[in-house]
T-cell receptor, first 114, second 113 residues
């Protein structure tokens, strides 16, 4: 089955530690996205990538980093510089980064920083 | 810049009643609009999208939405609510040229038996 996988589903880290969230897709999509979801705030875009080896900052990129070395993979690192990292993180992909292209979402990773 | 406002963070209806979830957008160009649904602790699933074809868009699970340019609205409706419709619903507008979606704050729908 084609789709997007995110791992792990739940992640606990101590304050000050970097942590990397995995996102893999086998849909052969060019574009991939990372969102952060907080209660009552909808989804906010962290980073997106339209093609391998290229990515752009979204609206809340500070304290996060990404890489896009393979078409299928778009890992997100939450660094110690992120002031409030506890949130639900969603990865998405689309065929291309077009205005009408549907974004398909993974199941999410819930990060809790203790 | 495009933006989306969803009126009502919580909506509660009885099973079998009409579901109406409100979405208003702000856009300087003809918008592309989306409705997504999210069940607890899951990702988002596309319900329907408007891409400037028919103004009445039918989606999955019996939902539909009507694009009204004069009201800058894209409200989501379903004639008869089912218990399985309980979820959070997000309206989104495509930020034309920026290759990204701008989401509303979400509306949590509760269905009463």
């Amino acid at each position: 089955d084609g789709g997007i996988t995110q791992s792990p589903k739940y992640l606990f880290r101590k304050e000050g530690q970097n942590v990397t969230l995995s996102c893999e897709q086998n849909l052969n999509h060019d574009a991939m996205y990372w969102y952060r979801q907080d209660p009552g705030q909808g989804l906010r875009l962290i980073y997106y990538s339209q093609i391998v080896n290229d990515f752009q900052k979204g609206d809340i990129a500070e304290g996060y980093s990404v890489s896009r070395e393979k078409k299928e993979s778009f890992p997100l690192t939450v660094t110690s510089a992120q002031k409030n990292p506890t949130a639900f993180y969603l990865c998405a992909s689309s065929i291309v980064a077009g205005d009408t292209d549907t974004q398909y979402f993974g199941p999410g990773t819930r990060l809790t920083v203790l | 810049a495009q933006s989306v406002t969803q009126l009502g963070s919580h909506v509660s209806v009885s099973e079998g009643a009409l579901v109406l979830l409100r979405c208003n957008y702000s856009s300087s160009v003809p918008p592309y609009l989306f409705w997504y649904v999210q069940y607890p602790n899951q990702g988002l699933q596309l319900l329907l999208k408007y891409t400037s074809a028919a103004t009445l868009v039918k989606g999955i699970n019996g939902f539909e939405a009507e694009f009204k340019k004069s009201e800058t609205s894209f409200h989501l409706t379903k004639p008869s609510a089912h218990m399985s419709d309980a979820a959070e619903y997000f309206c989104a507008v495509s930020d034309r040229g920026a290759q990204k979606l701008v989401f509303g704050q979400g509306t949590r729908l509760t269905i009463n038996p």
